[in-house]
């Protein structure tokens, strides 16, 4: 329900362009947290689908398709874009980084890091990133975007996302069965112990960041 809403408004407000960009990230991230399913494990599966993730994701480019759409902001558009290549990109690189054989390291220590750690990068992951934002780059081009913009707004929220994943995103671990969590209720029913990062700072507020990390270059740079 939380797509369609915000599909809606981005079809609604922006028309065709920004909807099809749209379409295509929540089309190829579907696909590829399809990707070696059992391979992920614990890790993603613990991420599960909620309306706030969708929110995170997409709440910017919506307001952006009614800034630009209906309100006819010039660079709200090209933000649009950047916004999207940035969220493709961190999925992207979430969900191929987790079939990497190599183990994830902390991008601000280089520190090895268990699969599914916020902050963690691994070479095959940011490859895949940077191809997600590539890939919307050529489709906003397709439809009248800047790609440049779209590319450097990608990138840009990708090394955002993992800058703040590894520094101010919480995590906690439960005592109980060692698990490294998002939030303090672990499903083994114990309390998990603040680990790292700021209460309040949950992945959702760390995709938004980097949503809006991609908007603002793209606009600048466009």
Same mark, same amino acid.
């Given at each position: ?8 408004? &981005?079809? @609604? ?7 099809l ?14 990707l ?30 009614v ?29 191929? @980084? ?7 390291r ?6 090895? =890091?268990?699969p599914g750690?916020?902050?963690? =990068? ?12 590539? =890939? ?8 009248g ?7 450097? @707004?990608? &990138? ?48 959702? &507020? &760390? ?16």
């Amino acid at each position: 329900m939380a797509a369609a809403l915000v599909g809606a408004v &981005v079809l @609604g407000a922006g028309g065709w362009t920004p909807a099809l960009l749209l379409v295509l990230f929540f089309s190829s991230s579907s696909l590829l947290t399809r990707l070696g399913w059992a391979r992920k494990g614990g890790a993603e599966r613990r991420r599960g689908r909620r309306a706030a993730q969708v929110v995170a994701n997409g709440g910017l480019p919506a307001v952006l398709a009614v800034a630009g759409g209906l309100l006819g902001v010039e660079w709200a558009l090209p933000a649009l874009a950047g916004a999207l290549a940035a969220t493709t990109a961190d999925t992207w690189a979430t969900e191929v @980084g987790l079939l990497s054989p190599a183990p994830p390291r902390l991008i601000t220590t280089g520190a090895v =890091v268990e699969p599914g750690r916020s902050g963690g =990068v691994t070479p095959l992951g940011t490859a895949a990133g940077v191809a997600g934002a590539g =890939v919307l780059a050529v489709a906003a081009a397709l439809v009248g975007l800047p790609a440049a913009a779209t590319l450097l @707004g990608g &990138v840009a929220g990708l090394v955002a996302d993992s800058l703040l994943g590894a520094t101010l995103q919480v995590s906690y671990r439960c005592p109980v069965c060692g698990r490294t969590l998002e939030e303090p209720a672990c499903p083994c029913g114990g309390s998990g112990r603040l680990l790292h990062g700021l209460p309040g700072i949950t992945n959702d &507020v &760390v995709n938004l960041l980097a949503s809006a990390t991609g908007a603002a270059v793209a606009a600048l740079v466009a």
